[in-house]
């Protein structure tokens, strides 16, 4: 098949195809522990489907405006001034299927070819992917371990050039969950400034936080104008079915991902657009009590790993992953990752599935009950001492 010559610059989310091998396994009657996909193991809490049900009785079931239903806007908004300290009105607010179209908007709309856009590696693989698609040059900012895997502002600062367009932030973080601190976003933001870069900041994990004080760079002097502020409703919800995210941006750039929007989707569900304003309206309690689930298991996985024998790993700040280290273990990534889920039952990722600076690390999610996380880790140490 002759395809147009963009499409091999086009990555993939390599969670997809181990969940996909993991299920080829499990039809041949293996039992495998999933720990591979970033997907809450809850349900959407009952008042938001509940909300979703009546929005359709109520008849929104047509085409919206394809920003978005201008009363969601207002509410998006508003939940950002809350949460972020912000100012943002409606007409800045682009409602999208999911968080994952602004990333893909955002860069088809800032990048041209030949640009340069800095991401966080490891990181969101679709970040490289959608860069080199529009035939940009993905320059990798390395987060190391030595900082806790927070982006290096030096470091940034030292692989910016005159062609660089976008700078693409992630906290708290996946695969790492690492959160960049106030003193952190500062140093960014200057770089943004001086330099004249946007910065797309990917921030849906904002309430998956446990040490520290979740921040936005959209709240530092001066950034405001030049982020695409991202968040969503996938993970702190546990509604990623659903595909509901939104972003906020000055409103001229909104105008033109809606435009980007009416060529492609051409709007979000509008049900949908109201399940999510019922998501912030209402008890915020079986959210909360998902947060603390994450929680206990990231301090249950943190400790647990740390006694598998070459294996070390940080205790993250926010998401719901861990990555350890597992150089000690003298295994190369991919090949520990796919032996942890041909011979142990085990389904992770290789931190080299999120970049080259993932090699020596292993992504295990935490969106799966104490019981199996216990005994996945188990099964690892069984591997690794077998
Ligand atoms: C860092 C990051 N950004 C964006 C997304 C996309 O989320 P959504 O389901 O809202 O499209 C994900 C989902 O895994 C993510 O990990």
């Not at 996938?234 to 009416?262: C, F, H, N, V």
């Not at 273990?329 to 520990?336: F, K």
Request: with cysteine; net charge negative; glycine share 8%.
């Amino acid at each position: 098949m002759r395809l147009a010559e963009r499409m091999s610059r086009l990555g993939t989310e390599t969670a997809f195809e181990v969940l996909a091998r993991a299920g080829e396994l499990e039809a041949e009657g293996r039992d495998i522990i999933h720990l591979e996909i970033g997907q809450p193991d809850f349900d959407t809490p009952d008042y938001i489907k509940d909300a979703a049900y009546q929005a359709l009785q109520d008849g929104y079931t047509g085409y919206g405006p394809s920003a978005g239903l201008p009363e969601a806007r207002e509410r998006y908004a508003q939940y950002l001034n809350e949460t972020r300290g912000t100012d943002y009105e409606a007409s800045e607010v682009v409602i999208t299927p999911g968080a994952k179209p602004i990333l893909f908007f955002g860069i088809l709309a800032l990048v041209d070819e030949g640009d340069e856009v800095i991401y966080p590696n490891p990181g969101f693989p679709i970040y490289e992917s959608v860069t080199e698609f529009v035939g940009a040059r993905a320059v990798a900012a390395p987060l190391r371990e030595d900082r806790e895997f927070r982006l290096d502002p030096e470091e940034l600062a030292s692989l910016v050039t005159d062609r660089t367009r976008m700078i693409i932030l992630n906290s708290p973080h996946n695969p790492t969950g690492s959160m960049l601190t106030m003193e952190d976003l500062e140093a960014i933001a200057e770089v943004a400034i001086e330099n004249d870069i946007w910065v797309l900041s990917d921030e849906p994990y904002s309430k998956m936080v446990y040490d520290g004080e979740f921040h936005s760079i959209a709240e530092v002097d001066g950034m405001r104008d030049r982020t695409i502020l991202l968040e969503g409703f996938s993970k702190t919800y546990a509604m990623t079915g659903w595909r509901l995210g939104y972003a906020a941006m000055p409103s001229e750039l909104a105008d033109q991902i809606a435009k980007l929007q009416t060529n492609s989707n051409s709007c979000t569900a509008s049900f949908i657009q109201i399940a999510g304003m019922a998501a912030y309206d209402g008890p915020q309690d079986e959210s909360e009590a998902m947060m603390d689930a994450f929680e206990e298991r990231r301090d249950v996985m943190v400790e647990a790993i740390n006694t598998l024998p070459g294996v070390s790993c940080l205790s993250p700040a926010g998401a719901f992953y861990v990555f350890p280290n597992i150089t000690g273990t003298g295994i190369d990534s991919r090949e520990l990752a796919s032996r942890c889920l041909e011979e142990a039952g085990v389904a992770v990722l290789s931190g080299t599935a999120f970049g080259e600076y993932g090699d020596g690390y292993l992504r295990l999610s935490s969106a799966n009950n104490l019981e199996n996380i216990n005994e996945a880790i188990e099964r690892i140490r069984g591997l690794l001492e077998g």
